[in-house]
């Protein structure tokens, strides 16, 4: 594992992509474990910190930026002068697509008529907005800022100025019911946005629902249910026109994420801002996940990030991770072009008892997860790690 001073790790790639971390939340969520802080103090200097890390790093991307994501914590804290200082940063420094796709994440509380106008008047052309639950006893237990009547009204507003809208569901919350989850599909669905990103909610050591579980204040979460959730969301997203092109994402035709595509395609990627990862074809970094120290280090010049290079097992477990989850799956003369014969037979091997129990299914030499497979892709493609 290397530390970074002024390292350069060159993204001679035709495309790639821009993650920034906005590290700032109103309050916290019981069952997030990402790096933020709810104090917005600092919220001045880490904006010219990401623009002088933004400006350090300029020459880590060769290639075009094809997406920009604003990611957090909740970038929508920002005000409309702190996104576009932002901006400014990146298209000084950086040579962006003439179509990129540049997503901001953002929260039901905050997307007042007046906000939505301003951020469809910068350069951001995709809201993610995390909805989680349209039921107010959900969003209480998870210690959401936002309640029910805020989640529905934003959408609706937001809808006005944008079409590229994908909104956050969470499933197999203690006391969810299948019908409040079918409920809550129904009205997602109703209100006609062309992306999904619904994910099962899990327990994450040192979280609050953590606490609140161990404690006995909130039962545990039950994988069946999550599972019967799951089966229902893909049944209802069909149902509706929309395309289960990876595990937790569903889109109409058009409006895939092509940021998150890239991720799963293995396609480089700079992460800019306290605890974001990066990845440039063969090794990952990531900075410091703390703000303060973030940045005083940005201010003396010095990024303040790690890395590690990747081995030829690492990139093979990860293309068999992501490819498994992905409507795409696992190519065979991928896999034997880019690691070997040897991988591939020892895939071919691990992959024979879920072909035989059709977890797994093979065509055209890919491999894919069966719809019955579906909800265990994780675990199925753990068993096909090499390690």
């Given at each position: 594992?290397?530390?970074?001073?002024?390292?350069?790790?060159i993204?001679?790639?035709?495309?790639?992509?821009?993650?920034?971390?906005?590290?700032?939340?109103?309050?916290?969520?019981?069952?997030?474990d990402?790096?933020?802080?709810?104090?917005?103090?600092?919220?001045?200097?880490?904006?010219?910190?990401l623009?002088?890390?933004?400006?350090?790093?300029?020459?880590?991307?060769?290639?075009?930026?094809?997406?920009?994501?604003?990611?957090?914590?909740?970038?929508?804290?920002?005000?409309?002068?702190?996104?576009?200082q932002?901006?400014?940063?990146?298209?000084k420094?950086?040579?962006?697509?003439k179509t990129?796709?540049?997503?901001?994440?953002?929260?039901?509380?905050?997307?007042?008529p007046?906000?939505?106008q301003?951020?469809?008047?910068?350069?951001?052309?995709?809201?993610?907005?995390?909805?989680?639950?349209?039921?107010?006893?959900?969003?209480?237990?998870?210690?959401r800022?936002?309640?029910?009547?805020?989640?529905?009204?934003?959408?609706?507003?937001?809808?006005?100025?944008?079409?590229?809208?994908?909104?956050?569901?969470?499933?197999?919350?203690?006391?969810m019911?299948?019908?409040?989850?079918?409920?809550?599909?129904?009205?997602?669905?109703?209100?006609?946005?062309?992306?999904?990103?619904?994910?099962?909610?899990?327990?994450?050591?040192?979280?609050?629902?953590?606490?609140?579980i161990?404690k006995?204040i909130v039962?545990p979460?039950?994988?069946?249910?999550?599972?019967?959730?799951?089966?229902?969301?893909?049944?209802?997203?069909?149902?509706?026109?929309?395309?289960?092109y990876e595990?937790?994402?569903?889109?109409?035709?058009?409006?895939?994420?092509?940021n998150n595509t890239?991720?799963?395609?293995?396609?480089?990627y700079?992460?800019?801002?306290?605890?974001?990862?990066?990845?440039?074809?063969?090794?990952?970094?990531?900075n410091v996940?703390?703000?303060?120290?973030?940045?005083?280090?940005?201010?003396?010049?010095?990024?303040?990030?790690k890395?590690?290079?990747?081995?030829?097992?690492?990139?093979?477990?990860?293309?068999?991770?992501t490819?498994?989850?992905?409507?795409?799956?696992?190519?065979?003369e991928?896999?034997?072009?880019?690691?070997?014969?040897?991988?591939s037979?020892?895939?071919?091997?691990?992959?024979?008892?879920?072909?035989?129990?059709?977890?797994?299914?093979?065509?055209?030499?890919?491999l894919?997860?069966?719809?019955?497979?579906?909800?265990?892709?994780?675990?199925?493609a753990?068993?096909?790690?090499?390690?």
């Open positions: 594992m290397i530390e970074n001073k002024l390292d350069k790790r993204i001679n790639t035709a495309e790639a992509s821009l993650y920034i971390h906005i590290p700032f939340c109103k309050q916290a969520c019981h069952y997030c990402f790096h933020f802080s709810t104090s917005l103090k600092k919220k001045g200097e880490l904006v010219n910190a623009c002088k890390e933004l400006m350090l790093r300029k020459d880590e991307i060769g290639g075009k930026v094809e997406t920009i994501y604003l990611g957090g914590g909740t970038p929508s804290l920002l005000s409309s002068e702190e996104l576009q932002i901006f400014d940063a990146i298209y420094n950086y040579s962006v697509s990129p796709e540049i997503t901001i994440e953002a929260n039901p509380d905050d997307l007042t007046t906000l939505i301003e951020l469809a008047n910068s350069p951001i052309n995709r809201l993610s907005i995390g909805i989680q639950s349209f039921f107010q006893e959900d969003l209480k237990l998870m210690n800022a936002h309640n029910a009547t805020e989640a529905l009204e934003c959408i609706k507003e937001a809808k006005k100025y944008f079409e590229n809208i994908s909104i956050d569901l969470i499933y197999g919350i203690p006391g019911t299948n019908e409040r989850w079918k409920k809550n599909l129904e009205i997602a669905l109703s209100l006609n946005v062309p992306h999904l990103s619904c994910y099962a909610l899990t327990v994450e050591p040192r979280t609050a629902l953590k606490k609140f161990d006995g039962p979460v039950d994988e069946d249910i999550s599972k019967q959730h799951y089966e229902i969301l893909v049944e209802e997203t069909e149902k509706a026109g929309l395309d289960n595990f937790s994402n569903f889109g109409k035709t058009g409006f895939h994420s092509r890239a991720y799963w395609e293995g396609k480089p700079l992460g800019i801002g306290p605890s974001a990862h990066g990845y440039d074809g063969k090794s990952r970094s990531w996940s703390n703000n303060t120290k973030y940045i005083k280090s940005i201010e003396a010049g010095i990024l303040p990030s890395s590690e290079t990747l081995s030829i097992e690492d990139k093979y477990n990860e293309y068999i991770m490819g498994l989850r992905t409507k795409k799956g696992v190519s065979l991928k896999v034997e072009s880019e690691f070997g014969i040897t991988y037979e020892y895939l071919l091997k691990q992959a024979e008892n879920p072909l035989q129990n059709e977890l797994l299914i093979l065509e055209n030499l890919t894919k997860v069966s719809k019955k497979g579906k909800f265990l892709s994780d675990g199925i753990s068993d096909l790690f090499m390690v």
